[in-house]
Every structure is written in structure tokens, then in C-alpha cells.
T-cell receptor, first 114, second 111 residues
């Protein structure tokens, strides 16, 4: 298995632009998580899905952030409009909800908003 | 927000020495896990300990959990230069699979 796949790996954009981050979870995993990592706040949950349904979006900073999971093999995290304070590394992770909660992380997307 | 703190924030040791990292958390948990992150990479799961367990071993790793003190420790024995990374504890609660991470310990193992 290729593991969790994220794209792009790096994104540099200007303030006000729309950014879309993509994630393909491990085949067979039915839980998907989006986390954000910054120096100031560390690793924090943004949203997670179980069987493609959003379960907890309490970590989504504001309405500029939205996430979708149209099917079991794909999820997007969109920021519109982007702001410099959104600069961070965004991680996607997946797990099998029927087992122990070991989460498998993707390599992350490093987002820089100028 | 972060569940709790890890200490030390940074640790530098010589190859062959043991490294101990501690983690504290704030709320009741289901499981506690330790993850490793190499610079610029994603997190890799190391070991999971359930709330009803007190100690667990995996290779050179030893994890302890004290739920009365809401704390855990990770011991890496006979460290190697390749163990250089950041180590994070993460907790989940009953009915909530999302992980809450600690602040991490940066471990440097000098060859």
C-alpha cells in the first residue's frame, strides 16, 4: 500500500487566493482526519470523518475553511480566501475505526500564504 | 488545543544512552499513543497503550502510563543517531477518535 497520499506537497500562494489540499487515505480505512501543525499551536485537529461523514469539525478555524469527503478514497480541505496566518503544514491521516486507533499520516502539505 | 505538555522540550544525548520523555494530559483518555516525526516528514506511530494498561514494550521502546497522575513516559534504550526526531504523545477519549497531541520533545542523538 502506498500509504496516505497528499497533494500538493508544497503550496505557495498570495493572500486572498483559494487553496485546495487533497488527500487519499489508505484503502480500507474508514476514518479520515485533517490536522494542522504550526510552531505556535503545535498539532491540532481541524476535522475528522467517519465513513465519509463529518463527525467533529470543532477545530475548523472559521468559515474560510471547508472540508469534503465525497467518497471513501478522497478528501479535500479548502481555504478561501487564504490569509498569511493560515501558513502551516497540513496533515491528513487515516485509520480503521474497527480496530485500535492507530493513525497513519501522510507526508503533509506545507502551505505558505504571502 | 494541545492536550498537555511534554518534557523535556529538547533532549540531547550520546549514542548508546537511554532517552526518557514524559507526557502529561488533562482529561480522561481511552488510549495514549506515541508518534515520531522526522524533520519535514509526517508522523509515524510507535506504540499505543490502553488506559487499563500500565506498561508496554516494543523493541527498544518502553511506555508507562499512570492514569492517576495523567502522565506517561517513553523510554528509548540504547539510542542510535537514527532516533533523532521529535516525539509526540497523543490521546483519544471514549467516543472520540480524533487525537489530541502534546507539545513534543525534540531528541538529538549524537553519534
Amino acid at each position: 500500500d502506498a500509504g496516505v497520499i497528499q497533494s500538493p506537497r508544497h503550496e505557495v500562494t498570495e493572500m486572498g487566493q483559494e487553496v485546495t489540499l487533497r488527500c487519499k487515505p489508505i484503502s480500507g480505512h474508514n476514518s479520515l482526519f485533517w490536522y494542522r501543525q504550526t510552531m505556535m499551536r503545535g498539532l491540532e485537529l481541524l476535522i475528522y470523518f467517519n465513513n465519509n461523514v463529518p463527525i467533529d469539525d470543532s477545530g475548523m478555524p472559521e468559515d474560510r475553511f471547508s472540508a469534503k469527503m465525497p467518497n471513501a478514497s478522497f478528501s479535500t480541505l479548502k481555504i478561501q480566501p487564504s490569509e498569511p496566518r493560515d501558513s502551516a503544514v497540513y496533515f491528513c491521516a487515516s485509520s480503521d475505526s474497527t480496530g485500535v486507533n492507530e493513525q497513519f499520516f501522510g507526508p503533509g502539505t506545507r502551505l505558505t500564504v504571502l | 488545543s494541545q492536550q498537555g505538555e511534554e518534557d523535556p522540550q529538547a533532549l540531547s544525548i550520546q549514542e548508546g544512552e537511554n532517552a526518557t520523555m514524559n507526557c502529561s494530559y488533562k482529561t480522561s483518555i481511552n488510549n495514549l499513543q506515541w508518534y515520531r516525526q522526522n524533520s519535514g516528514r509526517g508522523l509515524v506511530h510507535l506504540i499505543l497503550i490502553r488506559s487499563n494498561e500500565r506498561e508496554k514494550h516494543s523493541g527498544r521502546l518502553r511506555v508507562t502510563l499512570d492514569t492517576s497522575k495523567k502522565s506517561s513516559s517513553l523510554l528509548i534504550t540504547a539510542s542510535r543517531a537514527a532516533d533523532t526526531a521529535s516525539y509526540f504523545c497523543a490521546t483519544d477519549a471514549a467516543g472520540r477518535r480524533a487525537l489530541t497531541f502534546g507539545s513534543g520533545t525534540r531528541l538529538q542523538v549524537q553519534p
